[in-house]
């Protein structure tokens, strides 16, 4: 479906359970008598050379694509591609030269430590950065020699099946990787629980990824999950104002708030406050929302009615619980906005802490404000939620930047910054933001089992029990 009309795109079949299945059983095939695993590093990383090389060339037709299904403006998508044609060409550069290491030591055995692949990894994604997200998980896994059970999410399963299109003649066996189109609680549970699956690799909410952590449990499948956040931004006076508010428009509105280290939360410090918001309402109310294939858009609809009716009962939450409502908080729905799942940048302050608005992550262009006066203060709000995927700190005395980026309790921190990362960057949470790190060779290792191999070139007796 297109968000921004809410016009249907085109039809994609639902895979049953059977079908899961058979995408299982051929990963498995592949992993146990396939030559995938046992094939060279370097020559699997040719295969990921080759297919960054078909994304770049197909690139406006997959930013197309992302738009129309996902909705955001062109230019985020067109972002997205360039992150994914960098991770696939980091993982094919970086892989060969990180998984065999030896460590000789004298007078014994010659050791080495081998990096393994896990095995059949079911990955898992959410319907924000669709073709991303897959990259991310799928460049690693396969430098690693794993195979692969992709599940989009079905709001957002388009560009994912082309990129397996994209994967169709490189030189890649069959079965090692696989694309099964269905829902979270069919399809995803069935992955996440399934005997012949070695590892399930997730990025969705909190609540899917309970879900998967306990289906998980059967058979001790490796889990990694990288979940939700609710990430502060601490604003400090000495900061500009005006850099401090452009900043903050793109932490907490890009892709329409739906960003899982979306800066949604601005603890700003007193004598900033009152110009801070001011300043903040005004800009929100002059982007420019519409389709995202338009040039003009600066930002898009939101994925769907259901995302938005989440959204708005979170607006409307906060407005019962005494947060004011400083600019937004309703659909957009006048001329060609008409049919699509529009919503207003929306900034609430007056929060208090324990406020719903506070604590929950919203997932669209909703802000929150809080106050503070002294840096303890600014730190026991910031940490004060059951998220620490990320955050930041606008100053512009570094060493405060950086002292209160070091005591923020997140994976993610930025000073004086906002959303920049790389391939080569870990990325994840602490808290109930998730378990384990993507990217980076943080995120090759987890696609690996270490096996020490010792290796003794002149056996001989050792008597240690009496011959
Ligand atoms: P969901 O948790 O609803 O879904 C995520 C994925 O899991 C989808 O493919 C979904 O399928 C599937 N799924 C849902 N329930 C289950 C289940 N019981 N078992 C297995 N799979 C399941 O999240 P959203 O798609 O709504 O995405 C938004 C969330 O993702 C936000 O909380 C956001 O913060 C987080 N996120 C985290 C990121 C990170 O890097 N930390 C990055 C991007 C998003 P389907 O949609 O087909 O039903």
């Not at 950065?129 to 897959?134: D, F, K, Q, V």
């Not at 503070?372 to 709000?381: G, K, S, V, W, Y």
């Not at 790389?422 to 060779?441: F, V």
Request: glycine share 10%; net charge positive.
């Amino acid at each position: 479906m297109d968000p921004a009309t809410g016009d249907p795109l085109c039809t994609v079949s639902e895979c049953g359970p059977d079908q899961v299945e058979q995408a299982v059983r051929a990963a498995r095939r592949a992993f146990d008598h396939g030559p995938w695993p046992r094939t060279p590093a370097v020559r699997r990383a040719g295969v990921l050379f080759a297919l960054a090389e078909r994304l770049e060339a197909w690139a406006d037709h997959l930013a197309r694509v992302e738009t129309l299904n996902q909705g955001k403006p062109l230019r985020e998508s067109r972002a997205d591609l360039e992150e994914v044609v960098a991770c696939l060409r980091y993982y094919a550069g970086m892989a060969p030269r990180r998984l065999a290491r030896t460590a000789p030591r004298p007078g014994a055995p010659l050791a080495s430590v081998l990096r393994e692949p896990v095995g059949v990894c079911a990955l898992i994604t959410a319907w924000n950065y669709p073709l991303l997200l897959a990259v991310w998980k799928l460049a690693p896994a396969l430098a690693a020699g794993n195979t692969c059970v992709l599940k989009p999410s079905e709001l957002t399963p388009l560009t994912s099946l082309l990129l397996a299109e994209a994967l169709q003649d490189l030189d890649l066996p069959p079965g090692v990787v696989n694309v099964v189109i269905g829902d979270g609680p069919g399809a995803g549970r069935a992955l996440a629980a399934s005997p012949r699956v070695d590892k399930v690799s997730f990025t969705g909410g909190a609540a899917a990824g309970r879900q998967v952590a306990l289906a998980a449990l059967g058979n001790l499948k490796r889990v990694a999950l990288e979940l939700g956040g609710k990430s502060p931004v601490v604003v400090f006076s000495d900061q500009d104002l005006e850099t401090a508010v452009d900043l903050a428009l793109y932490a907490v509105y890009c892709n329409a708030g739906q960003v899982c280290s979306a800066g949604s939360r601005f603890i700003v410090q007193a004598d900033l406050h009152d110009a801070f918001v001011r300043r903040l309402a005004e800009r929100a109310r002059r982007i420019v929302v519409g389709p995202g294939l338009d040039p003009a858009t600066e930002m898009g609809p939101l994925v769907g009615a259901r995302q938005r009716s989440r959204v708005l009962d979170a607006v409307r939450a906060g407005v019962r619980e005494g947060a004011r409502l400083e600019t937004g908080g309703a659909p957009l729905g006048g001329g060609r906005l008409a049919r699509g799942f529009y919503l207003e940048p929306t900034l609430f302050s007056n929060c208090r802490p324990a406020m719903r608005v506070v604590q929950e992550e919203i997932f669209g262009p909703v802000a929150v404000v809080q106050k503070f006066t002294t840096e303890e203060e600014a730190l026991d709000l910031a940490n004060g939620t059951p998220y620490g995927l990320a955050g930041a700190v606008f100053s512009r005395d570094l060493a405060r930047g950086v002292r209160v980026a070091r005591a923020l309790r997140a994976g993610v921190a930025w000073v004086n910054g906002y959303h920049t990362t790389g391939p080569e960057l870990p990325w994840g949470g602490c808290k109930q933001s998730g378990w384990g790190r993507e990217l980076g060779t943080f995120g090759l290792d987890a696609c690996t089992e270490i096996k020490q191999l010792n290796l003794t070139l002149e056996p001989a007796p050792i008597r240690w029990f009496k011959p």
